[in-house]
């Protein structure tokens, strides 16, 4: 078959590439909550019976409870989908209302994933609060790779630590800090931090955390000239780079991060 | 044969000159100057910013936006930060804006024709390059009632009192789920308007079978995407004909550059790029650019105008017409 007068067809543009969400979209669909264990009298970990085999640590799905409200939160890990939740509003309170065999809504994942950083061997992982949810599925992704990963987990008080066994059972050293000193050493995060990267104990920085963390994070890479990855938070809507809410610093944060990378002068 | 570097995509909206015929739609990146300068730098030929009402509003909770497969719907439900700082966001992206030639629309609406007309005066301060009434917005039903553009009375009243305090170019972005969207768009045009945008996004529902309730919080919400483009280009067809020589910003499901030469061919001037960014990522711009013009070299021009109202050409009458 020719088009009129002989002329070549026009490309038709690839289909697939156009329907990211194939022919169903990408509704939310109900996942069953498998086991909820408790972190501390704020944080669950939900175990969802269902897997996200494609899911990349760094990135995050939308979570919507039908009758309430939808959020984003962070992959803890993929297969079987977890996620560890802070209970700070009503969303979160009516999801930490849930047991198992009740159901959540996900779409996603979406945002850009950490990833592994070439011609690196000691990643440090840093994570604040609930923050810390993600550093396990990072530390197997970069183990895999094989990367010597050490974790760093901050919080205000001994109450405030998670995660850290999760880690150590991966073979991960952690170093733990609280602000009060009941848990680990007592100061912020970026304090031992610092001290691995000024003797050249890590070569590169991912962090997860409250936006002061980062921007600490960020001041240590640029000092010690190595590179860092950081998941910046921001107030969703859309999820897919179209409403505009979730901009930090230019950048849409749930299609152009939320992992975002520090550049280095 | 016309090479590819030739082919002119560059179009002129009542004086106002745009580097190619893609236009951000409004309630797309539209919320900060940064947005829309990235826009402008990401390809887009001009920016519209997000619509603006005359005091502050939150929007809607979540979920706001989900694609149901052959669209998205969305009722993000206009969250805006006021006409007052909204000058100041549109006076920012337009000193943003003006180094890279690309123009900026600013987007209004209101629940009265004077609140319409405080908000303009408000936001004209800012010197936008053309003014959008968004009369259309189908997800404010609660607070505002029937969207003006549902008729031709309602769609006038509005045009009627932002006129005498419009000094830019104004365009009227019409709804398309009425009986005659021809009509409404020549009345708005005999009441003053300039130009149209055709069209908003088409009412609906998607309803979670599991749970048994609305996906949206708002409940209903707009249609947009793929399922929108064939509504879009034949309200953009019928305004054409209705309003000859009236430009017309073709909106509604353009995802390629296919769609974008159809809606041109139905008789649009500019073509509004929103859902595609979901569906193409940032570079959705760039890429509609590149596929444009290579239709525009298909069919042995140089301007992309040249393929405006293509569609309108009279049937070419068979010589062999099959007699019953
Ligand atoms: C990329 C990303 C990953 C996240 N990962 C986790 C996680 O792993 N675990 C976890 O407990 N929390 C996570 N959050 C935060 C989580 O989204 C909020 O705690 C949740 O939205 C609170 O909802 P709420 O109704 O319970 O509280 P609200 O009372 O509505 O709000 C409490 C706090 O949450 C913030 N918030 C509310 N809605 C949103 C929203 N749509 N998007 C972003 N922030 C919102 C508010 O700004 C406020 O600071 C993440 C947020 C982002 C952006």
Same mark, same amino acid.
């Given at each position: ?19 990211? !969400? ?28 269902? &897997?996200?085999? &494609?899911?990349?640590? %760094? ?42 065999? #009740?159901?959540?809504?996900?779409? *996603? ?5 950490? *990833?592994? #950083? ?10 604040? !609060? ?24 901050? *919080? ?52 997860? *955390?409250?936006? %002061? @963390? ?21 107030? @969703? ?7 505009? @809410? ?20 | ?6 082919? =002119? ?11 190619? +015929? ?91 024709? =004077?609140?319409?007309?405080? /908000? ?8 936008? =390059? ?19 553009? $549902? ?20 365009? /009227?972005?019409? $709804? ?38 609305? /996906? ?13 483009? +064939? ?12 309003? +000859? ?78 007699? +019953?």
């Amino acid at each position: 078959m020719s088009s009129p007068g002989g002329r070549p067809h026009l490309p038709v543009e690839c289909a697939p590439r156009l329907r990211p !969400g194939g022919p169903f979209g990408l509704l939310p669909r109900p996942l069953t909550i498998r086991d909820v264990r408790r972190e501390n009298s704020r944080t669950a970990t939900f175990v969802l019976d269902g &897997e996200l085999p &494609e899911a990349k640590p %760094g990135q995050f799905v939308m979570v919507w409870l039908p009758g309430h409200e939808e959020a984003p939160f962070s992959l803890a890990y993929h297969c079987p989908v977890t996620l560890t939740i802070a209970a700070v509003g009503p969303l979160t309170r009516a999801i930490h209302g849930l047991g198992p065999g #009740e159901a959540l809504w996900l779409r *996603g994942p979406y945002g850009r994933p950490f *990833g592994v #950083e070439p011609e690196t061997e000691r990643p440090l992982l840093v994570g604040g !609060g609930y923050g810390v949810a993600p550093l396990a599925f990072l530390a197997e992704h970069l183990l895999a790779a094989g990367r010597r990963p050490a974790a760093f987990v901050g *919080g205000r008080t001994a109450e405030d630590i998670i995660g850290v066994a999760r880690l150590e059972d991966l073979g991960v050293p952690v170093v733990v800090t609280t602000e009060d000193g009941s848990r680990g050493e007592a100061g912020l995060v970026t304090q031992p931090v610092g001290r691995f990267l000024a003797r050249g104990e890590g070569d590169v920085l991912y962090g997860v *955390g409250p936006h %002061g @963390m980062l921007y600490a994070l960020a001041r240590l890479a640029r000092a010690h000239g190595v590179p860092a990855q950081l998941s910046w938070e921001a107030y @969703m809507g859309c999820a897919v780079g179209l409403c505009g @809410m979730c901009e930090h610093d230019g950048a849409l944060l749930c299609v152009e991060g939320p992992v975002r990378h520090v550049i280095l002068e | 044969m016309v090479e590819l570097a030739d082919v =002119d995509l560059s179009i002129t909206l009542c004086g106002v000159r745009l580097p190619n +015929p893609f236009v951000l739609a409004s309630g797309i990146l539209g919320t900060s100057d940064t947005l829309l300068e990235k826009a402008a730098r990401l390809g887009a030929g001009a920016v519209t910013a997000k619509s603006a009402g005359l005091h502050p509003r939150t929007g809607h909770a979540n979920p706001i936006v989900v694609d149901w497969g052959a669209g998205l719907i969305n009722a993000v439900g206009l969250p805006n930060p006021g006409a007052r700082r909204e000058a100041e966001l549109l006076a920012a992206a337009k000193a943003r804006l003006a180094p890279l030639g690309v123009p900026l629309i600013a987007s209004i609406f209101g629940g009265t024709p =004077d609140e319409f007309a405080e /908000v303009a005066r408000i936001v004209l301060e800012a010197e936008p =390059d053309i003014l959008e009434l968004n009369i259309s917005c189908p997800n404010v039903h609660d607070e505002y009632g029937e969207p003006f553009a $549902a008729s031709c009375a309602g769609a006038v009243s509005v045009v009627e009192a932002v006129r005498p305090v419009c000094s830019v170019p104004l365009f /009227v972005k019409l $709804a398309p789920n009425v009986p005659n969207v021809g009509r409404i768009a020549a009345d708005v045009v005999a009441a003053g308007a300039d130009g149209i945008t055709a069209v908003n996004t088409m009412p609906g529902m998607v309803i979670d079978v599991e749970s048994g309730r609305p /996906v949206l919080t708002n409940r209903s919400g707009g249609l947009s995407g793929p399922a929108l483009k +064939p509504i879009a280009v034949r309200c953009v067809y019928e305004i054409a004909q209705a309003v +000859p020589g009236v430009p017309i910003i073709g909106t509604g499901g353009v995802t390629t550059g296919r769609d974008a030469a159809e809606m041109i061919m139905a008789g649009a001037w500019a073509v509004g790029v929103g859902s595609a960014v979901y569906y193409r990522g940032l570079e959705v711009f760039h890429s509609l650019r590149d596929e444009l013009a290579a239709i525009v070299q298909h069919h042995r021009s140089t301007r992309v105008e040249e393929l405006r109202g293509l569609a309108h050409r009279p049937r070419v009458a068979s010589q062999e017409a099959v007699e +019953p």
